[in-house]
């Protein structure tokens, strides 16, 4: 008898919205604003050209994420998504559709100072923000491991075809897997130097194997 052949891990999708119509240097998380409809159409056309069949789909319930998610399943209809609450962008409190030079640097400041507990705006703090993360990972019964070359095209196969998760979802959400994927969730906590910046381009993705081991710090 043929010794079964050992299935690869999961792999977790992370796509960002298109550009969102703000204007430049303006405070957005939560604000709930649409994207550009031309920008969303064609990330919509080059994510159904890419992901396989029987990918399973979640998206933040913000309008930016909803829209490249409506206009993903009206090319791909063998496809479906849900909305996922955890999935949102960080909520800046009453920051949120202020300029960053009306918020002002000594705001900014005190929050940097302590970037993983302070809540800006009054909103919500990065520790909450990994938090609910960290829970959407744990219920794809995996967390973040090896990640592959941003926009890479993989193959596929059957197998991989049954192992994808895709999130349609914010920056913020991306550069959250990337620090989980980093650091053990009860090591040390993340600075404003020690946070990554690296997060996908509007409208395109990066791909990570998912893992049920995590990695230390």
């Not at 989980?180 to 509007?202: I, S």
Request: aromatic residues 6%; hydrophobic residues 45%; contains cysteine.
């Amino acid at each position: 008898m043929s010794t079964p052949k050992q299935l690869p891990p999961p792999r977790l999708w992370l796509v960002r919205h298109a550009r969102p119509l703000v204007a430049a240097g303006i405070c957005y998380g939560a604000l709930d604003v649409p994207a550009d409809a031309a920008a969303t159409r064609m990330a919509a056309e080059q994510l159904a050209a890419a992901l396989p069949r029987g990918a399973q789909l979640l998206h933040s319930p913000l309008k930016r994420c909803e829209q490249l998610a409506v206009d993903l399943l009206a090319l791909r209809p063998d496809l479906s998504s849900k909305p996922d609450a955890r999935l949102r962008e960080m909520d800046f409190g009453h920051w949120e559709g202020q300029s960053w030079d009306t918020i002002g640097k000594a705001r900014v400041d005190t929050w940097t100072a302590d970037f993983c507990r302070h809540a800006p705006g009054g909103g919500e703090s990065l520790a909450q923000m990994l938090e609910r993360v960290q829970s959407a990972l744990a219920s794809c019964g995996a967390v973040p491991g090896v990640i592959t070359d941003a926009g890479e095209q993989m193959e596929n196969t059957a197998v991989g075809a049954a192992s994808d998760i895709v999130w349609i979802t914010h920056a913020g959400v991306a550069r959250c897997v990337a620090w989980l994927q980093a650091h053990d969730p009860h090591g040390a906590e993340p600075t404003a130097e020690r946070w990554p910046v690296a997060a996908p381009a509007w409208g395109a993705w990066e791909l990570r194997l998912l893992t049920k081991n995590p990695v230390p710090s």
